[in-house]
């Protein structure tokens, strides 16, 4: 149960951050091209356009999310192997001492 509580931490922080930098991600993308790029367009095309575009920041969360729920659990079954392993090794050690 111990090692399921790790992993699930592990996953929610993940899914947090990646939230975080995606949501930053989506807001540069949306300052730092989208608005410059319909600087050039036409009034009529230009709402249009900014008004889709304006979804990046919500994408680019989502895909955060997904990205760091993965890098998330992987993290955290390492870190179950990683004690499991340790302990292991312990008990093997204290085997050779006797």
Request: with cysteine.
């Amino acid at each position: 149960m111990k090692s399921f509580a790790v992993m699930l931490e592990r996953a929610t922080l993940g899914a947090f951050v990646g939230a975080v930098i995606g949501w930053l991600a989506g807001i540069a993308y949306y300052f730092l091209i989208s608005v410059p790029s319909a600087e050039n367009m036409s009034p009529m095309y230009r709402d249009s356009f900014l008004c889709a575009e304006g979804q990046a920041p919500m994408a680019f969360a989502m895909l955060g999310i997904i990205v760091g729920i993965i890098l998330g659990s992987r993290i955290g079954n390492g870190i179950v192997i990683g004690r499991k392993r340790s302990e292991r090794d312990e008990k093997t050690h204290d085997m050779w001492l006797w």
